[in-house]
């Protein structure tokens, strides 16, 4: 260490290619389209902010999820529990400012006033690209090479080796050198229930809330158990998917935000150098 | 630094292009937003149209039908002629179906149920999100269809009924595949008894593979059509020509 120009590329760390090219295109096209889809998708639900199981589930049937208003007290209930979230959810400001009972606001719908019809056709073009480009992706992993990076290696997925990755991430103790480059066994569970469960699932239940999807394709309403349980669990599912998303920009800023980002842009990333023991 | 430009180099930068274009066109392009959005729902479209033409809704049990069928939209026609025919149980109402086909003809409720009918246990999947179960009745719109002809160019079905939404009375369409669909009917009945004025009395129409708000009520005539250009906003329904898809099978 007393050359300066070695102690300087040390302290870089090594240039590592670790994202391919059909990976950072499908993760850039799914950010925006996610962005779109959960967007419209929360304006459709506020055309009726009421969530059943079963096939049927209309204003006369017990709701298990509601977002509502009352003597301008919004409120969140899931079953029994009854959260005030005036301001938020149920009662809220629109973009003008005036206050309006609407269950999401509009900061977070698109578009962004009361337009059920508009936010059909985002939600319902988009999903073409989603189901698309989530298809081609799964196809791509499962017969090359990237499946290699996601599938737990050897030992793995021991509860060993789980619990030690869980200790070492509450610990924010991350990887160095050569093991940054690759995905941890927590990482990969995740993304293996995001890329297997979440999304596979919110792209049926949305297909299975189809009338005419019904008919050519009846297995889907007792996989669900019926329209309106579809409809929950898409909801669900969507909330998965947007507790993901935290987590993972959570977990990208801890890990060095610059590196990651331009990792996921350019596919080249800079291993964190080892710690001098 | 290796400033070749390789071929991943390439489709890369062609595919952030797209990216960034398409989300920057549909930020700024009210034009361009326009017509990704068409173009999705055509997409939709032909793709159902493609699967599943002929495919079979669902048919429940008594078992399983929604204890409290809500009413939704209007809950009672405007006309005067509706509301003269509510007065005597629709006994003058006639359902006079026109347009493109070759005999053009007059149905009184009682000339429809003494045609063949059938029965169905259902879902209604309103495009809010909500779904009720219930039990309909009535004359599949086939067998209307066949005794007055339609001519080969006629390529929708048009509903004129007799609910006003705000000025405008309320209309619904739908293409050939649907209208000779078996489970396609006019609906005089539900749940074993006479169609509920809420429900669009004296018949409504039973659209199983699309969204209530295809499921006019309060029809008054039948209209055969090559295009729906001429008709009120030109969108082919009340809904259509304010924003929502012709289209409403999803």
């Known amino acids: ?43 459709i639900f506020n055309a009726h902010p009421r969530l059943y199981w079963g096939q049927y589930g209309a ?42 009972a609407r269950a999401f606001p509009w900061w977070s719908t698109i578009p962004s006033n009361y337009d059920l019809a508009r936010a059909r056709l985002w939600h319902l073009t988009f999903a073409w690209v989603l189901s698309l480009t989530m298809a081609a992706y799964l196809v791509a992993t499962v017969f090359g ?13 021991r509860p060993g080796h789980i619990w030690q990755d869980i200790k070492d991430h509450a610990r924010l103790r991350f990887p160095r050198g050569e093991a940054a480059a690759r995905y941890n066994i927590l990482q990969k569970l995740t993304y293996l229930a995001v890329i297997l469960v979440l ?19 009846p297995f889907l309403l007792d996989l669900f158990g019926g329209r309106q349980s579809a409809r929950s669990l898409h909801f669900i599912f969507a909330f998965g998917l947007v507790g993901f998303v935290v987590i993972h920009l959570v977990m990208v800023v801890l890990a060095g935000p610059i590196n990651e980002v331009r990792s996921m842009l350019t596919g080249w990333f800079r291993l964190p150098r080892e710690k001098t023991k | 630094m290796n400033r070749l430009i390789t071929r991943r180099r390439l489709i890369t930068g062609l595919g952030y292009t797209v990216i ?28 159902h149209r493609l699967v599943g033409r002929d495919a079979l809704v669902r048919e429940y049990s008594e078992a399983e039908m929604s204890p409290d069928f809500r009413t939704n939209g209007s809950t009672a026609g ?83 009924c007799a609910d006003r939404m705000g000025l405008s009375l309320y ?43 295809k499921n006019a009520k309060y ?7 090559e295009s729906l250009a001429g008709i009120a906003g030109g969108k082919g329904g009340y809904w259509e020509d304010r924003g929502y898809e012709w289209y409403a099978g999803i």
């Open chain 1, 59 to 100: 204003n006369p049937d017990p709701a298990w999820l509601e977002i509502g208003n009352e003597d301008r007290r919004g409120y969140l209930r899931v079953g029994d529990l009854d959260v005030t979230t005036t301001g938020v959810l149920g009662v809220n400001n629109t973009q003008d400012g005036d206050l309006t």
């Open chain 2, 219 to 225: 029809i008054m005539q039948i209209e055969l059509v």
């Open chain 2, 171 to 213: 209309y619904e369409s739908i293409d050939m595949v649907d209208a000779y669909h078996p489970q396609t009917i006019l609906a005089y009945g539900m749940n074993d008894q006479d169609l509920p004025v809420g429900h669009g009395a004296p018949i409504r129409l039973r659209v199983e593979r699309q969204l209530g708000y």
């Open chain 1, 1 to 43: 260490m007393t050359d300066s120009t070695a102690q300087s590329a040390d302290r870089r760390g090594d240039r590592v290619y670790r994202h391919s090219t059909g990976t950072r295109l499908w993760h850039w096209t799914t950010v925006g389209t996610f962005v779109v889809m959960l967007m419209s998708g929360l304006m």
């Open chain 2, 20 to 47: 960034a274009g398409t989300a920057g066109g549909l930020a700024v392009s009210p034009a361009f937003r326009d017509l990704v959005l068409k173009g999705g729902e055509t997409l939709s479209y032909n793709t």
């Open chain 1, 199 to 217: 999304f596979p699932g919110m792209i049926l239940t949305g297909l299975t809330m189809s009338p005419n999807l019904n008919a050519k394709l």
């Open chain 1, 145 to 157: 090479r990237h499946r290699r990076d996601l599938l737990p290696a050897k030992g793995e997925a």
């Open chain 2, 78 to 160: 405007s006309t005067d002629e509706w509301l003269a025919g509510r007065e005597n149980g629709f006994a003058h109402w006639q359902l006079g179906v026109t347009g493109l086909v070759a005999q053009p003809a007059q149905f009184s409720l009682d000339a429809l149920r003494s045609m063949p009918s059938r029965t169905q246990i259902t879902r209604h999947d309103c495009v809010e999100g909500w779904s009720a179960i219930g039990k309909w009745t009535g004359v599949p719109l086939a067998e209307v269809l066949d005794r007055v002809q339609p001519q080969p160019n006629a390529n929708y079905v048009v509903f004129r």
